[in-house]
């Protein structure tokens, strides 16, 4: 009687450290053989991103509102409306804020409280030219 060998599958799995010092097994390469560019991603930038997955979590029904993205967040209802308001700027603007480049040290150029003031202007052509005073000023 022959037997069939059962087929044989292989594939890499490396541990993974979690926020809490438990290890994951994760099916994969290293994450470290992917190269991630140096510095950090602008605080705007995370926080545009996170107004944008809001937007499509209410779009989705997973949540009701913001109020209860504001309580699933453990943050203010005025928080998370301050990040939803991002969502009023300019298509092309919210476009910048999410492909800045990233900070390798100090500051931020841009901030979330420099953009209500943008975010406010309901006339786009008057947001842009407020985008550009604000992108092209000098750090301080």
């Known amino acids: 009687m022959n037997q069939i060998a059962a087929p044989k599958v292989e594939f890499k799995v490396h541990f993974q450290a979690t926020r809490r010092?438990?290890?994951r097994?994760?099916?994969g390469g290293r994450s470290s053989d992917v190269t991630t560019p140096p510095g950090n991603l602008p605080r705007v930038t995370r926080l545009m991103a996170l107004a944008i997955r809001f937007?499509?979590?209410?779009r989705d029904g997973e949540v009701r509102d913001l109020a209860d993205i504001?309580?699933?967040g453990q943050v203010t209802r005025a928080r998370v409306t301050q990040i939803m308001n991002l969502l009023h700027l300019a298509p092309d603007i919210?476009?910048?804020i999410l492909f800045l480049p990233r900070i390798e040290g100090g500051r931020d150029p841009i901030t979330e409280r420099d953009l209500r003031p943008v975010a406010a202007i309901v006339?786009?052509?008057k947001q842009?030219?407020?985008w550009r005073r604000l992108a092209t000023q000098p750090i301080s």
Do not use: F, N, S, Y
Request: proline share 0%.
């Open 128 to 130: 842009r030219a407020a």
């Open 21 to 23: 010092g438990k290890k």
């Open 55 to 58: 937007e499509q979590l209410i």
């Open 25 to 27: 097994a994760v099916v």
């Open 94 to 96: 919210q476009a910048a």
């Open 123 to 125: 006339d786009w052509r």
């Open 70 to 72: 504001a309580r699933l």
